[in-house]
């Protein structure tokens, strides 16, 4: 079997076309120019504790933004939904900046993971607790509660994702089999609670989940409802419960989870999880510790919580993580240091005292921590504009009568959350958290452009051996794409004539595939037709 390198063999069916051809893979490379927003699509309705009617919680409708890609001719593509930050209450009213779907580093990363090919999803969900209460234990609970409602709604969201493929002819043009969350801050928390959390027993187990003055659990089920927010309950609604709300990949962007006894391998499915976390966040530890609380002094200590760092502990060693295979990322710019970088500081001893923190190290595989000399940065990604902001917390003022002051927001905000704040300082940082994200993506969610032409045993196979024939050639409607019964196609890839990606067609499993034309106009393209035992890389050409 005669076999040399796929990429290099396209490249030599292109370049007789060509003066100079463009190289891009999908999921990988910004392979489109412009993205299409549908703003606030309605997902779910329920139960909020920020609006009342007669004196009870009030019914809220949840919405979502849907970033697309525009001139994309795949059918289905892979999700990610995006959780925004902001301490589950709403923008400042937390006493910061930021905490909503609009918020720049939302709109920063959708923008860039749909113009990688990606269908990225920022949805609302709801926020409210109480984090001046006199008593702790009041404090704790809202808390925790907000937390709660947060994951129902995460769930809501992915099953109306997986609703609108079956009831409404996938309109979004989304594959339900390859769904991903990306949380930020506690958006990373509550993705962590949609992966992990899978029994009402976990927010039972532990003394921590328990009111001091009532010795009632935080989480009641007829009140709060069960874990994935099936069944109705006093402050819950469901939504879509006919559909599934698993996930296939966790990103967590500098979030916690309540406990690790929540992550175990004898769950039916537990998701892989990779993480970018701050080691010097005073908010959210970088390893097990506080949660410290700001919004009434003097500042106090609510919970020993587990960070990124404590969450890749016990993800690792319980082997959810195994299918994250390091070896087929060069890719990806810049991910071969990212690995180095985690591989040198895994053994590298951390002491986190001055933040309460029990001694651990600097990274652990799949968490890339960011340092800095800076003791308190929590979001570098993060950045607004000033004059914007002016004029935003005006509006607000007037709305809600309240008396934010710009001035005072803008500076704590900058100091602790978001220090040397600049949109060129927040892309940089946005950089490296893609390099962590994209290449264990494309494992976990198993995306064959983003890996199949990184993996050494995808080489080229002789057409002669396999004898693989494409005619009509050229076609006018359609292309009969055979091979030899004992070469089974396995899936095919199209190419346009400058060489980048359009769509693809997996699973076929036959000798034979038509090839649609579809909405492609006349010209020459270029197949990858994809065996077990490799690739063929063919010219057609469409009337």
Known sequence: MKKRNCLVVILSLILPLLVAAQEGTRYVDSIFASVQVERDVPYATNISVLTVNNGDP???????????????????????????SGYLLPPFFNGLVTGSKLDSAVVEVCTRLAKRGYVAVAPSYRLGWSPLAASLEVNKQTFLQALYRGIHDTHSSIRFLRKTVIEDSNPYHIDPDKIALWGERVGGSIALGVAYLDDYSEVTSDSKF??????????????????????????????WQEYTSEVDFIFNQGGFLMDTSWINHDSPFQPPVASIHSISDPFFPFGAGPQWQTWAPPNFLSWVIHGSRTVHEKANSVGINQGLDMSAWQAVPGAEEINMTIEALSDVPLDLITL??????????????????????????????????????MEANEIYGTDFDSDILHEYSQLTYAPNMSAEHARAYIDTTMMVFLPRACQALQLEPCSIVNRNSEELVDAEETKLRLAPNPGNQFVLIDSDPMYPIKGIQIYD??????????????????????????????????????????RVVFR
């Open 58 to 84: 009030d019914t809220v409708e949840l919405v979502m933004d849907i970033y697309s890609p525009v001139g994309d001719l795949e059918e289905q593509r892979p999700v990610v939904i995006y959780l925004h």
């Open 210 to 239: 328990f009111n001091g003055d009532t010795a009632e659990p935080y989480l009641l089920l007829d009140r709060d409802g069960d874990v994935f927010g099936l069944q109705p309950a006093l402050l819950h609604i469901p939504n």
């Open 356 to 393: 309460g923190q029990s001694p651990t190290t600097y990274a652990s595989p799949h968490l890339y921590p960011l340092l800095s000399d800076n003791i308190a940065m929590s979001s570098p990604w993060s950045w607004w504009g000033k004059p914007q902001l002016d004029s935003v917390v």
């Open 497 to 538: 004539a400058m060489g980048r990606y359009l769509f693809a067609r997996y699973q076929i499993n036959s000798w034979q595939y038509r090839l649609e034309r579809g909405a492609l106009a006349a010209g020459t393209y270029f197949v990858q037709v994809l065996f077990e035992e490799g690739v063929s890389a063919q």
